[in-house]
T-cell receptor, first 113, second 114 residues
Framework: NAGVTQTPKFQVLKTGQSMTLQCAQDMNHEYMSWYRQDPGMGLRLIHYSVGAGITDQGEVPNGYNVSRSTTEDFPLRLLSAAPSQTSVYFC????????????FGPGTRLLVL | AQSVTQLDSQVPVFEEAPVELRCNYSSSVSVYLFWYVQYPNQGLQLLLKYLSGSTLVKGINGFEAEFNKSQTSFHLRKPSVHISDTAEYFCAVSEPGNTGKLIFGQGTTLQVKP
């Protein structure tokens, strides 16, 4: 049982490049989400999904795209990277009811030059 | 709209001393409250959570927190800290319902000194 996995661990991009951050979970969780972590700002919700085929925006969705074709995977796409997207990105999953524990991946550190 | 405020960005403390990390929330409805911990270069893991019932909640590693509805607070405490407790601590809130959406505070860095 690997829990929540994220790839890559670290990535450097140039402004304007696109990339996909991968997230997978093997706990059959319905709810998955993406956060970004910036110093002094805590974790901010980018996008979330309550099940396959269903996604919605969080607090800071601009510049990011998501889709959820399977229960296991929830990739985050940066369409045209900007320096403001330099951050640490965390994926999380839970069973989907609001009192349940969220399980976090180890994070992807992204640097946009 | 919900929001969470962690009142201290950094808390330095000596080993074996008690510590309190403060968290206040605002919400127009009832809430669920959480504390997560992030050790250096790792993801977050749950310390404890309040859903209902007893307002004093015990978590892992000797931490506990008290839900105070009148003061809209959920402060985290430990009577005696260890060097290994050095980490960033996040308070979070969610609304009872059908999603797991969490709103996080800004985080408090606990630095335990020998």
């Amino acid at each position: 049982n690997a829990g929540v996995t994220q790839t890559p661990k670290f990535q450097v991009l140039k402004t304007g490049q696109s990339m996909t951050l991968q997230c997978a979970q093997d706990m059959n969780h319905e709810y998955m989400s993406w956060y970004r972590q910036d110093p002094g700002m805590g974790l901010r919700l980018i996008h979330y999904s309550v099940g396959a085929g269903i996604t919605d925006q969080g607090e800071v969705p601009n510049g990011y795209n998501v889709s959820r074709s399977t229960t296991e995977d929830f990739p985050l796409r940066l369409l045209s990277a900007a320096p403001s997207q330099t951050s640490v990105y965390f994926c999380a999953s839970s069973s989907g009811t609001s009192g349940e524990t969220q399980y976090f991946g180890p994070g992807t550190r992204l640097l946009v030059l | 709209a919900q929001s969470v405020t962690q009142l201290d960005s950094q808390v330095p403390v000596f080993e074996e001393a008690p510590v309190e990390l403060r968290c206040n929330y605002s919400s127009s409805v009832s809430v669920y409250l959480f504390w997560y911990v992030q050790y250096p270069n790792q993801g977050l893991q749950l310390l404890l959570k309040y859903l209902s019932g007893s307002t004093l909640v015990k978590g892992i590693n000797g931490f506990e927190a008290e839900f105070n509805k009148s003061q809209t607070s959920f402060h985290l405490r430990k009577p005696s800290v260890h060097i290994s407790d050095t980490a960033e601590y996040f308070c979070a809130v969610s609304e009872p319902g059908n999603t797991g959406k969490l709103i996080f505070g800004q985080g408090t860095t606990l630095q335990v000194k020998p």
